[in-house]
């Protein structure tokens, strides 16, 4: 459209109207959250092995408080999941990372609100821990390493990392770039679980801006992976 605007011609705003319709197409939506989601399925704790560390990645979703409630300020599935995890005696460690939106810098980070809503569900203050202030994955695994650098001697570090299932694979590949050897924990999975029928309902064929919202977080995920190398 910006294109349309210098050149005056049809063609590009009849591309912009053809891209608008593509990516509001919740087949093709639901198709690229799958995409990223793969290979990953939910895990029964038990199947989890004991580390070093429980890992919370921030969500970046953090808003302006509307009550005390979790799910005011990130992921609660993530942060529920890290919780559980704890109380399955995986790890004497729960980490959560100072995430923050960079667009409301105003707001507390993340991890900050995690530890208050953690310490009120009977997890001692003395096994939380938080990083600094991070906007990205990288940021997130440099911290995280410097919390464990200063907990542990060993020199191999192991974590269960707790992130959502599309961002698993480029937070798994950035901690393991950092020497840190990971369990993935995928949690917050968004595509459904048989694509047939996404191909199946109607609904799912007609434009909306829910389908437009899912297509653009998905594309921010790959090109985050191709910035991250996080293909493979």
Do not use: C
């Amino acid at each position: 459209m910006l294109i349309f605007i210098i050149k005056r011609k049809a063609k590009f705003i009849y591309s912009a109207f053809v891209l608008l319709i593509v990516f509001s197409n919740g087949v093709l939506a639901d198709s690229l959250v799958k995409l990223l989601e793969y290979p990953w399925k939910r895990l029964d704790y038990s199947l989890v092995n004991s580390s070093d560390g429980i890992v919370v990645l921030s969500s970046g979703r953090n808003r302006p408080p509307g009550n005390s409630k979790i799910v005011e300020w990130g992921d609660p599935d993530r942060f529920i999941a890290g919780i559980n995890l704890y109380k399955a005696n995986k790890s004497n460690r729960l980490i959560f990372t100072g995430g923050i939106n960079p667009l409301n810098p105003g707001l507390p980070p993340e991890g900050n609100i995690y530890i208050k809503e953690a310490i009120s569900m009977g997890v001692p203050k003395k096994d939380l821990f938080t990083t600094y202030s991070v906007t990205n994955t990288l940021q997130e695994a440099k911290a995280v390493k410097k919390i464990l650098n200063n907990e542990i001697s060993s020199i191999q570090k192991e974590i269960i990392l707790v992130t959502s299932a599309f961002h698993m694979k480029r937070a798994k590949k950035t901690f393991e770039k950092e020497g840190i050897i990971v369990i993935p924990y995928p949690v917050d999975f968004r595509s459904s679980k048989s694509l047939s029928s996404s191909l199946r309902n109607p609904l799912k064929w007609v434009p909306s801006s829910s389908s437009l919202s899912r297509s653009s977080f998905a594309i921010r995920e790959i090109i985050g992976r191709i910035i991250y190398r996080a293909w493979k």
